[in-house]
């Protein structure tokens, strides 16, 4: 019994996290049930969800991007930039943006076989400067209202952005269970050698994941962008820490990963609540950043997660 | 066991040449449909290039292989694949967070019309996979939760879904136990009645006896003779093994013998060596020889403070001494040249001179200051006294031929004085001709009142150079020689497990 | 191709450095006549004497195998501690933050050496938890220095007409490479940072190498911070921000192998005047700052490419 109950705590661990902080969160904070403050939780959770989703398929191969945060500024100032030719038109526009900057973190992964950190940590230089160029330092008010109508958009009373995490988790699910790629994601992930010998192709696996990871940061930084109707260079300076962090609280472990979306899920929940509590009870500023920062190092070494090798290119 | 059987691969003429070394000379096998061959030898008798080849790891220089009749060519492992050849190697390549299904059709799963995997044929497969190895597995667990046993048994599952005609097996029972053997075995006996050759690569006799129709015997790189296995006894195997006649590689000299420097009692780890104890006295060169994987590494390693024993003392100069940590054995007077020269004795990158005083500097040193001249003059004397082949002291290691990469290692630790040296596995990968040199370098420690071990499997080297011989055999120690009676049939049988003390 | 070889190993080797930063030298004197003055040539000496410095410590870690994204965040808590302290006398002032300095870099070392984690990950981790220290620890605000005439000497002063900031930078080049060159300690971080595995077989006590080379790292952001507090006489929480972007595309630049177990300090300072240059070179010739992020970005990527080949080649 006591061994199937630690195996129950392993593996779904975030989900315990999650409702300790439920529990702790009603005790903490008066009227916590309240439907408002739940909603917003939940949707804050969710645009950190999708991005993790992504981020969940690069760790499954061992890699990792650290230019999130600055692609998603990136997106945000492309809508902006293209929101005269039409809603619709921006939205892919941004997309492909962001998923072109994917695509050349990939390319020169693989095929110079540079380390995948580096590469994505000149990247985010390079996107920061970009950024400046293109916003001028100011933040560009879109004020399109049909644009801004999106966010508030919902399905049965559960806001869009929810929605949107729900259907991209499952589909995530659906690919790395049911199709050739997901599976050889797995295998490259667990032993590039077997991978190679069976004929997989890793330059497209690599790819595959970086577009994936773009993809979901685009479509996590339209929903924001639509929440505030503006973009600046700096709107997603954090998110590269915050989503690292999901994953490492998810359970999701370098090369082959324990990925799991769901555990991924509650793992974001579980540390919004702390950020919650932390907020209602008027924790200063700076303890937030301090305590989001220490979870990160907590987590790892519970974790032991980050015990790669620094160089865990696919070459 | 007695139909006629078809050739099913033949084997013609092929040699393979590594720089310094000739791996294969002008091999020819041949394999029947529906039969277990082993293929046996010492190491580097040349088994393992064999494997390569036919798995299309390796590029054979000369010789043609034929295939039911029809020559092939094995350019890449994925050749051979397709042709039905399976490899299964000791590492094993299943992946842990993958289920058994998915693991047994890497590279061939059931895809449906809108690319999306087959699960339903995915999963029939798979258990059809699994009942012709009789494995009451079910193919949903992930192979990461499977026994070692297991998982290798999926990995025959995986050439049997693969369509293997040939499964080449290396070492197979390297991790089971005597139960799981004899579920490996039975499924074996399953594939060859179902017309599935197999070549069965191992050290064990034993085994060998028990499952294979015919044996090969390689050694040097020659094949010295395929028996059928009612034809000959395992001695008369081992001789085929090891009788050659054996070199003079050098004239051990006279070297006076004194007092024992280290003495190890009782020495045990688990699961990896139990009650090891023996004596090394001063000028003695105590060899260790067994297979490897046998523990005789991880002995060395302990005794040299990178692993740590549970029970057991170790002691130098008749005190006890605790060794927690390289540095402490260092101190002690003990230096290992350990088995993997590249992995674990140097930094390739850096040059012949970082490489040989990395670890004299802590001694020549005044506050941390390094004294440059007495470094370099150390470099020095060694580069000629150990005849090391090197354009400059500043040469890059990695350019350097695995002899002198060797030798480089050697010099590391002769400039620390050791009292007790060890050497793992030292002429590995070397030409003949560094060999001897090393030799001569044993000897002279050994003059000089060194007490030595040598960590060997190679018989005519331990045996040549060593004044007692212990034979290691799967973590104990199965027996120990002097010199007066070394006699390689019983050393070869003793190092795997003929023999107990 | 045996040609292509050694011009490649060449530009590749340290010798790279020196022609490419001959060439930046003379495209910059010609698009600005303002380059080789007096004044110009003394203000990027002193910028780059605080980056210099802290490349030296960040050359340690490199070189050790690993790398610390956090140099950034110590330097602006130490400082904002700089700033504060001055109040108690410039002994204090300096000797707080150079030992706070060095306790975050250890920590660092701790959780990369001893725990194993990836330092990548770890020290943006740590990065953000310095930063909301130094949040904290200001309050958010400005600081100014109390006026302490030794203590703003550092950053303001002058020896012969040599800004003392160059002079200290000169002095831990020196105290460097010695180090690196001719210590115990530093050929065994090379050690560690090429071959692990070896320095383990060769008694050498990997963690202790590790948390040593972090703290050093860390000590050297303190280092800057000084400098920096001292000529301004106040800092905000920020000012070290994006700081360990510089430092690594300069060391890298320089020379230092991401894989680690090469480099040299002769090697990290070039870098550091590359970029010092470069960015000199931004304002000389009225190129909007931003578009050196995209530079520099594109340089590092350029630099590690060419080690990679380098490593092809072989």
């Given at each position: 019994m006591p061994k199937l109950l630690g195996k129950f705590l392993r593996d779904y661990n975030s989900l315990v996290l999650c409702l300790a902080m439920l529990i702790i969160s009603s005790i903490v904070i008066p009227n916590f049930i309240s439907s408002m403050n739940m909603i917003n939780i939940l949707v804050e959770t969710s645009i950190i969800g999708i991005m993790a989703i992504g981020m969940t398929f690069l760790l499954l191969i061992g890699l990792f991007d650290m230019s999130i945060g600055n692609q998603v500024s990136l997106v945000s100032l492309v809508v902006a930039l293209t929101i005269n030719f039409g809603i619709f038109p921006s939205i892919i526009l941004s997309i492909i943006a962001g998923m072109l900057i994917g695509a050349i973190n990939g390319f020169i992964t693989t095929k110079l076989k540079i380390n995948a950190f580096i590469?994505?940590?000149?990247?985010?230089?390079?996107?920061?400067?970009?950024?400046?160029?293109?916003?001028?330092?100011?933040?560009?008010?879109?004020?399109?209202?049909?644009?801004?109508?999106?966010?508030?958009?919902?399905?049965?009373?559960?806001?869009?952005?929810?929605?949107?995490?729900?259907?991209?988790?499952?589909?995530?699910?659906?690919?790395?269970?049911?199709?050739?790629?997901?599976?050889?994601?797995?295998?490259?992930?667990?032993?590039?050698?077997?991978?190679?010998?069976?004929?997989?192709?890793?330059?497209?696996?690599?790819?595959?994941?970086?577009?994936?990871?773009?993809?979901?940061?685009?479509?996590?930084?339209?929903?924001?962008?639509?929440?505030?109707?503006?973009?600046?260079?700096?709107?997603?300076?954090?998110?590269?820490?915050?989503?690292?962090?999901?994953?490492?609280?998810?359970?999701?472990?370098?090369?082959?990963?324990?990925?799991?979306?769901?555990?991924?899920?509650?793992?974001?929940?579980a540390m919004q609540l702390v950020n919650n509590i932390m907020y209602m009870t008027n924790t200063s500023g700076y303890v937030q950043s301090l305590i989001n920062g220490m979870i990160l190092l907590i987590v790892l070494s519970v974790d032991k997660f980050a015990t790669i090798r620094r160089s865990s290119v696919l070459t | 066991m007695n139909k006629a059987k078809n050739v099913i691969l033949r084997v013609e003429g092929v040699s393979k040449t590594f720089p310094g070394v000739k791996a294969l000379s002008e091999l020819d096998l041949d394999i029947l449909e529906g039969e277990v061959h082993a293929v046996v030898g010492e190491n580097g008798a040349g088994k393992s290039t064999l494997m390569k080849?036919?798995?299309?790891?390796?590029?054979?220089?000369?010789?043609?292989?034929?295939?039911?009749?029809?020559?092939?060519?094995?350019?890449?492992?994925?050749?051979?694949?397709?042709?039905?050849?399976?490899?299964?190697?000791?590492?094993?390549?299943?992946?842990?967070?993958?289920?058994?299904?998915?693991?047994?059709?890497?590279?061939?799963?059931?895809?449906?019309?809108?690319?999306?995997?087959?699960?339903?044929?995915?999963?029939?497969?798979?258990?059809?996979?699994?009942?012709?190895?009789?494995?009451?597995?079910?193919?949903?667990?992930?192979?990461?939760?499977?026994?070692?046993?297991?998982?290798?048994?999926?990995?025959i599952g995986r050439a049997i879904s693969r369509k293997a005609r040939i499964i080449i097996m290396d070492e197979p029972t390297s991790s089971l136990t005597d139960k799981e053997k004899e579920i490996l075995f039975g499924a074996i006996r399953h594939l060859s009645r179902e017309g599935i050759s197999i070549i069965y690569v191992s050290h064990k006799l034993e085994e060998i006896k028990e499952i294979a129709d015919r044996i090969t015997?390689?050694?040097?790189?020659?094949?010295?003779?395929?028996?059928?296995?009612?034809?000959?006894?395992?001695?008369?195997?081992?001789?085929?093994?090891?009788?050659?006649?054996?070199?003079?590689?050098?004239?051990?000299?006279?070297?006076?013998?004194?007092?024992?420097?280290?003495?190890?009692?009782?020495?045990?780890?688990?699961?990896?060596?139990?009650?090891?104890?023996?004596?090394?006295?001063?000028?003695?060169?105590?060899?260790?020889?067994?297979?490897?994987?046998?523990?005789?590494?991880?002995?060395?390693?302990?005794?040299?403070?990178?692993?740590?024993?549970?029970?057991?003392?170790?002691?130098?100069?008749?005190?006890?001494?605790?060794?927690?940590?390289?540095?402490?054995?260092?101190?002690?007077?003990?230096?290992?040249?350990?088995?993997?020269?590249?992995?674990?004795?140097?930094?390739?990158?850096?040059?012949?001179?970082?490489?040989?005083?990395?670890?004299?500097?802590?001694?020549?040193?005044?506050?941390?200051?390094?004294?440059?001249?007495?470094?370099?003059?150390?470099?020095?004397?060694?580069?000629?006294?150990?005849?090391?082949?090197?354009?400059?002291?500043?040469?890059?290691?990695?350019?350097?031929?695995?002899?002198?990469?060797?030798?480089?290692?050697?010099?590391?630790?002769?400039?620390?004085?050791?009292?007790?040296?060890?050497?793992?596995?030292?002429?590995?990968?070397?030409?003949?001709?560094?060999?001897?040199?090393?030799?001569?370098?044993?000897?002279?420690?050994?003059?000089?009142?060194?007490?030595?071990?040598?960590?060997?499997?190679?018989?005519?080297?331990?045996?040549?150079?060593?004044?007692?011989?212990?034979?290691?055999?799967?973590?104990?120690?199965?027996?120990?020689?002097?010199?007066?009676?070394f006699n390689s049939n019983s050393i070869m049988k003793a190092s795997l497990g003929e023999g107990l003390l | 191709m045996n040609k292509f070889y050694s011009i490649r190993k060449k530009i590749a080797g340290i010798n790279g450095i020196i022609i490419a930063l001959f060439f930046l030298i003379l495209i910059v004197s010609i698009g600005s006549s303002k380059f080789l003055t007096t004044t110009n040539i003394m203000n990027v000496l002193r910028q780059t004497s605080t980056l210099g410095i802290m490349a030296f410590g960040a050359a340690f870690v490199m070189i050790g195998g690993n790398i610390d994204l956090s140099i950034g965040s110590i330097l602006s808590l130490c400082a904002l501690m700089a700033c504060k302290l001055t109040a108690y006398g410039s002994a204090v002032a300096i000797l707080v933050p150079l030992a706070v300095g060095f306790i975050c870099g250890a920590f660092n070392g701790l959780l990369v050496g001893k725990f194993k984690f990836n330092p990548f990950i770890t020290t943006l981790g740590t990065m953000a938890i310095f930063q909301a220290l130094a949040f904290y620890y200001s309050d958010g605000a400005f600081l100014n220095a109390s006026d302490n005439f030794f203590f703003s000497q550092i950053g303001k002063g002058f020896v012969y007409k040599i800004p003392i900031p160059v002079i200290i930078l000169l002095f831990f080049f020196?105290?460097?490479?010695?180090?690196?060159?001719?210590?115990?300690?530093?050929?065994?971080?090379?050690?560690?940072?090429?071959?692990?595995?070896?320095?383990?077989?060769?008694?050498?006590?990997?963690?202790?190498?590790?948390?040593?080379?972090?703290?050093?790292?860390?000590?050297?952001?303190?280092?800057?911070?000084?400098?920096?507090?001292?000529?301004?006489?106040?800092?905000?929480?920020?000012?070290?921000?994006?700081?360990?972007?510089?430092?690594?595309?300069?060391?890298?630049?320089?020379?230092?192998?991401?894989?680690?177990?090469?480099?040299?300090?002769?090697?990290?300072?070039?870098?550091?005047?590359?970029?010092?240059?470069?960015?000199?070179?931004?304002?000389?010739?009225?190129?909007?700052?931003?578009?050196?992020?995209?530079?520099?970005?594109?340089?590092?990527?350029?630099?590690?490419?060419?080690?990679?080949?380098?490593k092809e080649v072989k």
């Open positions: 590469v994505t940590f000149a990247m985010l230089g390079i996107l920061k400067g970009l950024n400046l160029i293109i916003s001028d330092g100011k933040s560009i008010f879109i004020g399109n209202d049909a644009f801004g109508k999106i966010f508030t958009l919902n399905l049965l009373g559960i806001p869009i952005v929810v929605v949107i995490f729900i259907i991209m988790a499952l589909v995530a699910e659906l690919i790395l269970r049911y199709t050739k790629t997901g599976f050889e994601i797995y295998v490259v992930g667990g032993n590039i050698e077997t991978a190679k010998l069976s004929g997989v192709n890793t330059f497209y696996v690599t790819m595959f994941c970086f577009a994936v990871s773009s993809f979901c940061v685009a479509i996590a930084t339209i929903l924001l962008t639509s929440r505030v109707n503006t973009a600046t260079a700096v709107l997603g300076e954090k998110y590269t820490l915050l989503v690292i962090t999901a994953c490492v609280i998810g359970g999701v472990k370098f090369n082959g990963g324990y990925g799991n979306i769901f555990n991924t899920f509650f793992g974001v929940l | 080849i036919l798995s299309g790891v390796y590029h054979k220089d000369a010789g043609r292989i034929f295939l039911f009749d029809k020559e092939i060519k094995l350019l890449s492992a994925t050749d051979a694949l397709k042709l039905g050849i399976s490899c299964i190697y000791q590492e094993l390549t299943i992946v842990p967070l993958l289920d058994v299904a998915k693991n047994l059709f890497i590279g061939n799963l059931p895809m449906n019309k809108a690319r999306m995997i087959n699960t339903r044929k995915l999963y029939q497969d798979a258990k059809k996979v699994l009942e012709t190895l009789k494995l009451d597995i079910s193919p949903n667990v992930l192979c990461g939760e499977l026994s070692i046993a297991n998982q290798q048994m999926i990995e015997i390689l050694r040097d790189g020659f094949k010295v003779k395929t028996v059928k296995n009612e034809e000959a006894t395992k001695e008369e195997i081992v001789e085929y093994m090891i009788g050659r006649k054996l070199d003079n590689y050098f004239i051990k000299k006279e070297v006076k013998i004194s007092d024992t420097v280290l003495k190890v009692e009782g020495l045990s780890k688990q699961n990896v060596f139990h009650d090891i104890s023996f004596e090394v006295r001063k000028g003695e060169v105590l060899g260790l020889f067994g297979l490897i994987g046998a523990g005789r590494s991880e002995i060395a390693e302990t005794i040299f403070g990178i692993l740590h024993a549970e029970k057991g003392k170790i002691s130098i100069n008749g005190k006890n001494v605790k060794i927690k940590n390289t540095a402490d054995a260092i101190k002690q007077g003990i230096c290992l040249v350990p088995e993997d020269r590249k992995l674990q004795g140097l930094v390739l990158k850096l040059s012949v001179l970082f490489n040989m005083s990395l670890v004299k500097i802590r001694e020549i040193n005044r506050f941390g200051h390094i004294d440059t001249r007495k470094e370099k003059d150390t470099a020095e004397r060694f580069i000629n006294s150990l005849s090391i082949k090197t354009p400059s002291l500043k040469q890059t290691v990695s350019n350097l031929s695995g002899g002198n990469q060797q030798k480089v290692v050697i010099a590391k630790w002769l400039s620390m004085e050791p009292k007790i040296f060890i050497l793992d596995e030292p002429t590995r990968g070397i030409d003949v001709g560094a060999k001897s040199e090393i030799y001569a370098i044993v000897n002279e420690l050994a003059q000089k009142g060194v007490g030595i071990m040598l960590i060997s499997s190679e018989l005519p080297e331990i045996m040549g150079v060593c004044d007692r011989i212990i034979t290691v055999f799967e973590g104990k120690l199965t027996a120990s020689f002097e010199r007066e009676s | 020196l105290v460097f490479s010695y180090i690196l060159g001719k210590t115990v300690f530093g050929r065994q971080v090379f050690a560690v940072g090429g071959n692990p595995e070896c320095a383990r077989f060769s008694g050498i006590n990997n963690t202790k190498i590790t948390v040593l080379a972090f703290g050093l790292s860390g000590l050297c952001a303190a280092l800057s911070a000084l400098i920096f507090v001292s000529r301004q006489m106040a800092a905000q929480p920020q000012m070290g921000t994006g700081y360990e972007f510089d430092v690594i595309v300069a060391i890298v630049v320089g020379g230092v192998a991401l894989s680690g177990g090469k480099g040299t300090i002769w090697g990290a300072i070039l870098g550091v005047l590359f970029i010092g240059i470069l960015k000199n070179a931004f304002i000389l010739l009225g190129i909007p700052l931003n578009y050196q992020y995209v530079v520099m970005g594109v340089i590092l990527i350029f630099a590690v490419g060419i080690d990679s080949l380098r």
